[in-house]
């Protein structure tokens, strides 16, 4: 009877490592949200700025910003904040939790600390995930940021969907996928090699938030400096008619820009880049230790 007993009951012990590594998700996926949109506040009017240099013929920000403010007034910058407010959430919760999940696959049992290689790999890694978020978010957001004939979002969605069906959404795919995996490995390798560079002690949680949010905003500036003329093409792309082809875009860019034209808005993408990952980093690292606060 006491053999039977025990193959009928529950491992208590596996019972708490699933309830704890359930709640990992939870909080991966909860905390990198709260991270994405306190990010996304900050740096979105630079985001529209970014896109707008891209995809028009200003002469630099200072003109661009001169007319859009002239032309629609200071808001325009705002305008279409909604979906990436909520994509950003999303976006940032995968790509945390994605990092998680390669983390385990790749980090040994002895370290404390991953090497920086496999750091960037599973960076990379978590760039996958992303854009399958990502893509149909970018592509409305790109089309409110250049478009004023949209009366939102779920009208740009429903517009688009029924002259394009649904695949229309993920228009740029492969062009955010290239962004992104580079991009994502840039992301979290820097910030991590930063973070320990700063913090004295090799890890990047004993850092002072001074530290964490410099790091951060390094982060944030390596990811875009990486890929950047790939995310001008993408952004022309989800703002061209359907049948157009990332070659097509890339080969028409060159030929009119040059390599320096894919580069444009660069600049501004970098400076909106610091202060928005600098929150990004440093509110996931605030609310982490709040909800691993003893008193909590």
């Known amino acids: 009877f006491g053999a039977v007993f025990m193959e009928v009951t529950p491992d208590v012990s596996q019972v708490k490592v699933e309830k704890h590594q359930e709640t990992k998700v939870v909080e991966d996926l909860f905390v990198g949200w709260i991270s994405g949109m306190s990010g996304k506040l900050v740096e979105y009017p630079f985001d529209t700025l970014k896109v707008r240099l891209q995809t028009g013929p200003y002469s630099g920000a200072f003109d661009c910003v001169k007319t859009v403010v002239a032309e629609d007034g200071i808001l325009a910058f705002y305008r279409g904040l909604s979906t990436p407010l909520i994509g950003a959430g999303f976006e940032v919760a995968t790509l945390f939790f994605g990092f998680r999940i390669m983390e385990k696959m790749l980090k040994h049992p002895e370290e404390d600390e991953m090497s920086m290689m496999r750091v960037v790999i599973a960076g990379m890694g978590s760039g996958f995930g992303s854009t399958l978020i990502l893509t149909p978010v970018e592509l409305i957001k790109c089309r409110l940021q250049v478009k004023n004939d949209y009366k939102g979002p779920i009208d740009c969605i429903k517009r688009t969907v029924a002259a394009e069906g649904f695949p229309g959404l993920y228009r740029g795919a492969f062009s955010t996928m290239l962004r992104e995996v580079p991009g994502n490995g840039a992301w979290f390798g820097a910030y991590h090699f930063f973070g320990r560079l700063f913090s004295g002690t090799g890890s990047v949680k004993d850092g002072s938030q001074t530290m964490q949010l410099t790091a951060g905003g390094l982060a944030g500036m390596a990811y875009w400096g990486v890929p950047y003329p790939l995310d001008t093409i993408k952004s022309t792309l989800q703002t061209m008619p359907k049948g157009t082809s990332t070659l097509t875009v890339a080969k028409k860019l060159l030929t009119e820009r040059g390599i320096r034209g894919l580069y444009r808005g660069c ?30």
Request: without cysteine; aromatic residues 14%; glycine residues 6%.
């Open 267 to 296: 600049g501004v993408t970098l400076l909106r880049a610091f202060p928005g990952n600098a929150v990004t980093f440093w509110m996931y690292e605030r609310v982490m230790s709040i909800i691993h606060s003893p008193k909590i």
